[in-house]
Each structure stands twice: as structure tokens, then as C-alpha cells.
């Protein structure tokens, strides 16, 4: 296709069908969600307990000694996976409108964002597209981090401040950049 064919080309958005993507819940319950979501779990009122019961109560499987901070977003927390021990810092959004998963002992920093959707910007329709994201075991997402739709974190590995990662990242190496690039492996030291 030659550069006039393309520019004769547009993005209709008066196209776009969003009726194949499953929400997994009904309206109803989602609508309770957002409400809940807004007035409790997003808000800045203390309250780890309260935070981590109602996300349970809306379908999140979340582990034990898990400390959630004020100001967190989910979309849909029956897409949520939390392991034992996870910290999630104040402002984390998880844009989950697929699977999210977060092993044992991750640590998820204040306004990092976890992002499962985009749209196919080649077709006019503008199609949703959704990938889930694996936070493996022991991993860390610095401050103001972000993670592509179907980016799988290996084990130990860190996302530092304010990159970006996407794809599979290896176990144990520290990622930094947009987009993030490994820089160094990880060592552990008691």
C-alpha cells in the first residue's frame, strides 16, 4: 500500500464493537464494583483490612499478610490474583481487563501501572486487544513503573522507577528505560 492509500485511510471509531469482550461479570455487579471501588478501596481513608475484604468479597484472590496502600484502582477485581505477602504502594492502578497475577512476596510501588488492554491500531475498527500480566515471585516494580498488556516479570526481577516493561523479562536481571532494557543481574545478600 502506497503513503496515499494509507492517508485515504481512517480510524472509525463510530465502528468500534466492543460486544465480544467479556467483562466476566454482569453490569449490575460491576456497577456495585465501581461504587465500592470510588468510595473505599480508590480513596485515601486507612484501612488495609477493609481494602483487601472487599476486593475478596468482588472475586480477588488475595494470599495472606498483604498490605495494600490508600489510592488503589483495579477494574475488575475478579480478574485479580494477589500472592502471600505482596506490598501494593499508594496510586497503584491495575487496568485488568484480563488476568492479572502477583506471586509471593512482590512488591508493586507507588503509581505503578499495570495495563492488560489496547486496540489494534492497524484496522479501522480500532479492535480491543487484552493480554494477562505475571508478576513472578519476589519481583519489584519501582515508583511510577508501567507494564504492557501480556509482559511476563520473571522471578526476583526488578522493573526500575519509571520504566516501562513489556515482554518477557528474566528472572532475576533489573530492567530500567522506556522501553526497559535489563541492565543488571539481581543478587539477594542477608
Known sequence: MDN????????????????GFDRGRSKWLEMCWLLIQAL???SWLPGNGMRIGLLRLFGAKIGKDVVIKPGL???FPWRLQIGDHCWLGEGVWIDNLDLVIIEDHCCISQGAYLCTGS????????????????????AWLGAFSRVAPG?????GAVLALGSTGQGNMEEWTIYQGVP???VRKRTISR
Do not use: C, M
Open 119 to 138: 486496540h489494534d491500531w492497524s484496522r479501522e475498527t480500532f479492535d480491543l486487544i487484552t493480554k494477562p500480566i505475571h508478576i513472578g515471585k519476589g
Open 40 to 42: 473505599f478501596i480508590g
Open 73 to 75: 484502582k483495579v477494574k
Open 4 to 19: 496515499q492509500e494509507n492517508k485515504s485511510l481512517a480510524v472509525r471509531l463510530d465502528r468500534y464493537d466492543p460486544s
Open 151 to 155: 509482559t511476563v516479570i520473571g522471578a
Open 180 to 182: 526497559a532494557k535489563a
